[in-house]
């Protein structure tokens, strides 16, 4: 991992979990895979699950700000491009893309998402 703060007694657990994790799905023969917390338990996720489409980071969100917060890296954005990029949300682009998602969910049964 990439951390701006050295990693404590939590992280080095959850490394450990996912090395774990990994290798037991490499030594029965899977590949293209990943492994990851899905539900609150590790599964081994296919690569081409992980790739198949984008998520885009709005940079003026809040949880934005709190991942910059949490891991101390500093704020490079401009004043004057936080207002800027406060303009284009006010003008419904965002809502556009939550309908996207809405309609994306709607057309997809809970199941899907847990095929491999």
């Known amino acids: 991992m990439i951390r701006a703060i ?10 450990t979990l996912l090395a ?8 029965a023969g899977y590949t293209g895979f990943t492994v990851g917390p899905v539900n609150g338990r590790h599964a081994y996720i ?3 699950r992980v790739i198949e489409r984008q998520n885009k980071v709005v940079i003026t969100d809040r949880m934005w700000a709190r991942l910059l917060s949490s891991t101390n890296q500093p704020s490079f954005l401009d ?7 406060k303009k284009d949300e006010e003008t419904g682009q965002t809502q556009l893309l939550e309908w996207e998602n809405h309609k994306e969910a709607e057309g997809r049964a809970p199941s899907d998402s847990l095929k491999a």
Do not use: E, R, T
Request: glycine share 8%.
């Open 6 to 15: 050295p990693a404590n007694a939590s992280d080095n657990v959850y490394c």
């Open 20 to 27: 774990h994790s990994a290798i037991h799905g490499a030594m």
């Open 46 to 48: 296919p690569l081409l």
């Open 79 to 85: 004043p004057k491009a936080i207002s800027g990029f």
